[in-house]
């Protein structure tokens, strides 16, 4: 069985040598390649020795990692993302489902990280379309804060969609479903509450022990039956103890109540 090669990409000399010893103390038997610190070497390095797993910082000296990534075909490797805290980056990333770790790491951080790789790398049934992650990704970086996309995972295969297409979701036996405006729906391996963490900043409203829902696509709210009916015709429950803050999240021309 061949060696598996990881390459760093980091334009910081101090993180290079750090990276390189992490790696070289935890996997002695992966193959180092590098370091890179700009857009251009990268390319040339990725395609000339096409790594098994990538540790790549996302600011270069020349650019960025998203240069990097749309001038070579990413599906035939792993990336672990490495970069400094930014509210935007880190929303963009998790709604990509990529892997990530922030500035400054310890080493168990990046142990974890390979370690993760390695067994995708290694159970091939299940890992994720790299190239869809990396497409979602440069367009969740690139794009209006109104059209990112998030990635729901199921048991074989993935869907990306705009958040502003997700009427609710509902929790299942630790997974979750969910029902959109012009899709089928979809069944994720994941718990409701990952993706209530990820798209409360967009508004979402968990309305039910079982339910979380855009509110952009509520019909109407009656407060005497405790329901809500969304724009689809679904009618979901309405937890009495969250009524007087659904109607205080939103203004009231927003959302018709029946009272």
């Not at 890992?127 to 990704?137: A, E, F, H, M, V």
Request: glycine share 2%; net charge negative.
């Amino acid at each position: 069985m061949n060696k598996m090669k990881i390459l760093i990409v980091e334009d910081n000399i101090f993180f290079q040598k750090v990276l390189m010893e992490i790696v070289s103390i935890h996997f002695p038997d992966m193959t180092i390649l590098g370091p890179s610190a700009s857009v251009s070497s990268s390319i040339e390095l990725i395609k000339k020795t096409i790594p098994d797993i990538i540790l790549m910082d996302i600011h270069l000296t020349d650019g960025t990692a998203f240069e990097v990534l749309k001038q070579v075909d990413s599906s035939a490797f792993k990336i672990i993302f490495i970069t400094a805290y930014h509210e935007y980056m880190l929303e963009a990333l998790r709604f990509s489902s990529v892997d990530f770790v922030f500035k400054p790491f310890d080493s168990n951080e990046i142990v974890l990280a390979v370690d993760k790789m390695v067994h995708e790398i290694n159970h091939i049934d299940s890992t994720l379309p790299n190239q869809q992650l990396i497409n979602t990704l440069i367009l969740n970086v690139e794009s209006d804060d109104n059209d990112k996309q998030i990635v729901l995972t199921g048991s074989e295969t993935v869907r990306i969609i705009s958040f502003r297409e997700i009427v609710w979701g509902k929790a299942s036996l630790g997974r979750s479903e969910f029902r959109f405006l012009n899709h089928d729906p979809f069944h994720s391996l994941y718990p409701l509450r990952k993706y209530e963490i990820l798209l409360q900043s967009k508004g979402f409203f968990r309305c039910h022990s079982h339910y979380l829902i855009n509110p952009m696509h509520i019909n109407y709210v009656d407060s005497i039956e405790l329901v809500v009916n969304m724009i689809n015709g679904d009618f979901l429950p309405l937890d009495p103890k969250k009524c007087d803050s659904l109607m205080n999240s939103f203004h009231a021309e927003e959302i018709m109540i029946k009272e």
